[in-house]
């Protein structure tokens, strides 16, 4: 008759972190990641809204930068960024696997940023609107901020897929 064992899913890192690194769960991981992005494009966005009858909405976005550079700041000390940026002997092969896919996911994710930052700037040509060298600087800042924790936003959000849908014990049954 055969026995049944249970194994064990890992859905975390095995590697030993440093002690200095936050280790956020996937889910706020997650949440961080999305409210980083989210802040800094409104930012980059909302500059756009500015004129000198709206000094409220100038607090807004200086919130939206400060905040979503701060959580940006977080997340580039957590689990989920050592990973992203590990050397490739300090992870396993399905770690080094899903962490080339962010990457890939991220270099997606600038080419699609890039191809309609250029055509908003031809659009705005078009229209008469002529944009100056900050707002390019500013574009290319969010980008970058953006796009360093891009692969940790990823790889939290690939984990709690994981943790969602796959049970902790898998039963599989195995001849004595």
């Known amino acids: 008759m ?8 890992p859905s975390r890192t095995t590697m030993k972190l440093p002690s200095n690194y936050f280790r956020f769960s ?16 409104a930012w980059f966005l909302g500059k756009f809204f500015l004129r000198d009858d709206r000094p409220g909405l100038l607090v807004v976005l200086g919130v939206c930068f400060l905040g979503g550079t701060l959580l940006s700041v977080l997340l580039f000390v957590s689990s989920y960024s050592f990973v992203a940026n590990a050397p490739d ?19 997606q994710y600038v080419v699609a940023c890039l191809v309609v930052g250029l055509l908003g700037t031809e659009f705005a040509e078009h229209r008469g609107i002529l944009l100056g060298p900050n707002a390019f600087q500013n574009f290319l800042l969010c980008l970058m901020i953006t796009t360093l924790i891009v692969p940790t936003w990823l790889l939290s959000r690939w984990d709690s897929e994981v943790e969602d849908d796959a049970p902790r014990f898998r039963v599989r049954s195995e001849k004595i």
């Open 2 to 9: 055969p026995r049944v064992l249970p194994v064990f899913i």
């Open 26 to 41: 996937a889910s706020t991981t997650q949440k961080l990641s999305t409210l980083a992005i989210v802040g800094l494009w």
């Open 89 to 107: 002997d300090q992870i396993d092969e399905r770690e080094l696997a899903l962490r080339n896919r962010a990457y890939f996911k991220t270099v």
